[in-house]
């Protein structure tokens, strides 16, 4: 009986073995097959800049699968010379926090010029790129409508496209997959830094793809190249991929936050509703010191909102809205992503709360011309207006389904994949 036991037991181990090492060697061949744009440019498109001086546009997140700063790949390669760099915000290395200035400098490690493009300069001047023969782009977005990093690139598109200079753009993966499309399309009134052109709030799409809308449907009209990917397809999250996820901005620490962001920010609407910056788990943290985040958990878990389930939490924020306090609210755990709908769930959060305390919520006062923060997030005032006298978020749904269906066949035009 023993050795018989100890057989299947032997059995087990050695399937086990088996298991794992067609496993590694199934994710060592995936590895293989994925080329970021950066790898397929130095590797198969290097034509594309040689003999050029090169200005290069990029942070912490442009590096390759081994981590490599396309700076530092650039810097050395022979077949061209790297001149400038340009960084967006948070700037090139990332240091710089949510909203603060970057003055322009010079790189320590390079000793090339850096340009700021965001504050005051958010597209290069004709000097800033007096010593460029083409533009490169290469930097991780997050899938937001209102995330900047995509109208640096617009409005460096622009410029290049001024001063007669190629702009190429290295493309990399749809963090929360290129195959969810969500929430309304921006109305030209509420046009900002935050979200520049009529497309939804969850596009969709990768940086090469809106970089081909934008230059088209936009009237960029740039001289641009998109050097594509290979091996990336809709369906992939980012950790359906074997690359790394490198923080694309200080408050983007992982891909579960990317997951939240695009409904979570609109938290960033509310004048006294943490959405959890300064903590460890920003976006997916929300609250205030007036909430009871069991009744607010509850209250939204009734809800039954796809792929999503809500725990109460308590946080003290150390920078951003209510700094040193205790902040009560809920946490957002995603239980299935493919169900999961950020935007929709985070208009359910910001409505839920404005009803559960209507005399403590606030949204960010208007300006001049009756425009919130909350509207430049959603891409137009109706919504507001609409949490405020009672509507559904259903019904809300129903009034921005017919632009976004509009939109979606335009946007076939542009993928690339």
């Known amino acids: 009986m023993k050795k018989w036991i100890t057989g299947i037991i032997t059995l087990l181990l050695v399937l086990s073995t088996v298991t794992a090492a067609i ?40 590096v390759d699968q081994d981590l ?10 022979k ?117 520049k052109y009529a497309i939804p709030v969850r596009h969709g799409m990768t940086v090469g793809e809106l970089a081909k809308l934008f230059n088209k449907e936009f009237g960029i009209g740039a001289d641009l190249t998109v050097v594509k990917m290979e ?64 009744e607010l958990a509850a209250k939204l878990n009734s809800l039954n909102l796809p792929g999503v389930k809500f725990r109460s939490a308590s946080f003290i924020p150390t920078t951003s809205k209510n700094v040193n306090q205790l902040n009560h609210g809920i946490q957002i755990h995603v239980t299935n992503r493919n169900a999961f709908k950020p935007f929709e769930t985070g208009l359910h959060i910001v409505k839920t709360i404005h009803d559960m305390y209507p005399n403590d919520f606030k949204f960010r006062a208007r300006d001049s011309k009756g425009v919130s923060h909350f509207d430049l997030l959603v891409g137009n005032g109706w919504i507001r207006d609409g949490i405020e006298a009672g509507k559904s978020i259903e019904e809300m749904k129903k009034q921005w389904q017919p632009e976004l269906d509009k939109f979606m066949d335009v946007r076939k035009k542009f993928l690339l994949y």
């Open 231 to 294: 091996g990336w397809n809709r369906s992939m999250y980012y950790d359906d991929t074997p690359l790394h996820f490198v923080m694309p901005s200080p408050n983007m620490p992982t891909l579960d936050t990317a997951l939240v962001y695009t409904g979570a920010a609109l938290i960033e609407g509310a004048d006294n509703v943490s959405e959890g910056r300064g903590t460890t788990r920003p976006f997916e943290l929300i609250g205030a010191p007036f909430i009871d985040g069991d």
């Open 68 to 77: 490599n700063s396309i700076v530092d790949l650039f810097y050395n390669n």
């Open 23 to 62: 496993a590694k060697n199934d994710k060592e061949k995936n590895n293989k097959k994925l080329r970021l744009g950066v790898e397929v440019l130095l590797k198969d498109k290097i034509n594309l800049l040689k003999g050029k001086r090169v200005g290069l546009i990029t942070n912490p997140t442009g």
């Open 79 to 195: 077949n061209f010379e790297l001149t400038a760099l340009y960084g967006p915000e948070h700037g090139v290395r990332g240091s710089a926090p949510a909203g603060a200035y970057v003055e322009s400098y010079v790189d320590e490690k390079t000793g090339l010029p850096v340009y700021s493009l965001y504050g005051k300069t958010q597209k290069p001047s004709p000097e800033m790129l007096s010593n460029v023969d083409v533009l490169v782009f290469d930097i991780q977005d997050v899938g937001a409508r209102f995330y900047t990093y995509i109208y640096t690139m617009a409005l460096a598109m622009e410029a290049a496209k001024e001063q007669n200079i190629p702009f190429i753009v290295l493309d990399r993966p749809n963090p929360v997959s290129g195959a969810k499309v969500e929430g309304p399309i921006l109305e030209s009134k509420y046009s900002s830094f935050v979200g």
